[in-house]
């Protein structure tokens, strides 16, 4: 079980919080793959800390749905939620036309060049991780400008239950080509002041993510 750099424990409340927040976000990143076993004394020695923290932070990620007990009682990362997934991206998809259409008439020019920057990073990386969270803050540029926080709230909790299914759709080579060409139409829409054709564009961005990402994902989680 290969495992990241991680932060001091000092920063952390407890060790237990230390150690669900360091499993929590290498699940969520995909550096710890679905079905992928997880051995407490392994993870106690490398983050530092005692084999209960580790355990009781095992649990909270149970409960949450990102662990859990295998045929053989073994603990492992779960399988991507992929029935839930369409859901997720169909829930999503007018949440965040919504936010362009808001923000559209109050965007500024350095709003725009921000995205404009943030686009340009993503046609330079091929890296799954890196894409993902470029991804989430080409559009958080807008949710903040549409200037409503319930929407905010919303749309950056289907962005953190989506966060793992979109690791690794980005992990495909065609992905980047089409959602860079989705992204700069929004990004067009916005710039012109089009309220409906940004919204438009971020409805269609996030429906087209989950088509990929059914077609991608669901052939190779049969194969598992």
Request: charged content about 25%.
């Amino acid at each position: 079980m290969p495992l990241p750099l991680v932060k001091s424990a000092r920063r952390y409340t407890s060790a237990q919080q230390f150690a669900y927040e360091e499993l929590r976000s290498w699940i969520l990143n995909a550096v710890l793959q679905p079905h992928e076993v997880l051995r407490d004394v392994e993870i106690a020695n490398f983050l530092g800390v005692s084999r209960t923290p580790v355990r009781e932070a095992l649990i909270r990620l149970g409960q949450e749905g990102l662990v859990e007990a295998s045929a053989s009682r073994m603990t492992r990362v779960a399988g991507l939620p992929l029935d839930r997934a369409p859901h997720l991206f169909q829930a999503g998809a007018p949440l965040d036309a919504l936010a362009a259409e808001l923000a559209t008439p109050l965007m500024t020019e350095s709003d725009l060049n921000l995205m404009e920057g943030l686009l340009e990073s993503m046609a330079r990386t091929t890296a799954p991780d890196r894409l993902s969270a470029l991804d989430e803050e080409f559009h958080r540029v807008y949710y903040r400008r549409a200037g409503n926080p319930v929407l905010i709230e919303m749309l950056e909790s289907l962005d953190e239950q989506l966060r793992r299914i979109e690791r690794h759709i980005w992990g495909y080579v065609p992905v980047h080509e089409e959602a860079y060409e989705e992204h700069r139409v929004l990004l067009a829409a916005l710039r012109s002041g089009d309220a409906k054709a940004a919204a438009d564009a971020a409805r269609a961005n996030w429906l087209r993510s989950w088509q990929r990402g059914e077609e991608l994902l669901k052939p190779a989680s049969q194969e598992m």
